[in-house]
């Protein structure tokens, strides 16, 4: 079977919408303010590159990371609440990604504790966008796809 990493996008992309409630999804980082007065989602590619160690006799073994970012509009209800709500969307991901650690088959495995760079995490701020303040938590999705790329001479 040949390497999709839109196949893979595609993937990544329908785990997330069918795990975080969420008004508004977005498959690239927004430059528009997210619609809507709840928790809005963004998923885009992050950065792909080889794997050291983990290629077959011909082919590369990559590590794709996917970004994934919820957003809550700021001051529209109580600090409280927008992390309450973050909080259970970063939960929900959590045990998604433990859980489907091959994504239906579609990559070797999440790598979840870092065995080839940092592991599965993200962290929490801020972030402007089009004039308006979102409370954010951005999280590093990356998935290991082993012999992708043939090597020939």
Do not use: C, H
Not at 31 to 55: C, E, K, M, Y
Not at 93 to 99: A, E, F, N, R, V
């Amino acid at each position: 079977m040949t390497f999709s990493l839109s196949a893979l996008f595609d993937a990544v992309s329908s785990r997330m919408r069918a795990t975080v409630d969420a008004e508004g999804f977005t498959e690239y980082e927004p430059d528009t303010a997210p619609a809507g007065q709840r928790l809005s989602v963004a998923v885009w590619l992050g950065s792909i590159r080889p794997v050291r160690g983990g290629n077959g006799l011909d082919r590369t073994t990559i590590r794709v990371e996917f970004i994934i970012r919820l957003y809550y509009p700021a001051g529209i209800k109580s600090q409280e609440k927008a992390d309450r709500v973050l909080a259970g969307a970063v939960d929900a991901l959590g045990d998604t990604i433990s859980g489907a650690f091959t994504l239906g088959n579609t990559v070797m495995n999440v790598d979840l504790l870092g065995q080839y760079g940092d592991g599965f995490g993200g962290s929490g701020g801020y972030s402007e966008v089009d004039g308006a303040e979102y409370r954010v938590f951005t999280l590093n999705l990356p998935l290991i796809v082993s012999d992708v790329w043939v090597q020939s001479a």
